[in-house]
């Protein structure tokens, strides 16, 4: 699966990585270059950034569904309960 993203966003992360190339790295990178790193991470690393982010999601929806009886239960049989207490 090829991660993909907006053309904006790709040039903001060619521009980053141009950056961070410049102020930490002995020799900065051209843009050609930061877009072949850009597209190298993005299809090496990518999914795995990807499918962690499933799985805390994954995680997340099934600690609220175990929450869902919790929110929207309704006693039952309280008919009765309700008339006495009113007697």
Excluded: C
Aim: hydrophobic fraction near 40%.
């Amino acid at each position: 699966m090829t991660i993909a993203i907006s053309k904006d966003s790709r040039q903001q992360a060619i521009t980053s990585i141009e950056r961070y190339f410049r102020e930490h790295m002995d020799e900065p990178i051209g843009n050609v270059a930061a877009g072949g790193l850009l597209g190298f991470f993005l299809e090496e690393i990518g999914p795995l950034v990807y499918n962690r982010a499933v799985a805390d999601v994954q995680e997340r929806l099934q600690a609220r569904v175990m929450e869902v009886d919790v929110e929207v239960h309704e006693p039952e049989f309280v008919y009765w309960r309700k008339l006495d207490k009113k007697r």
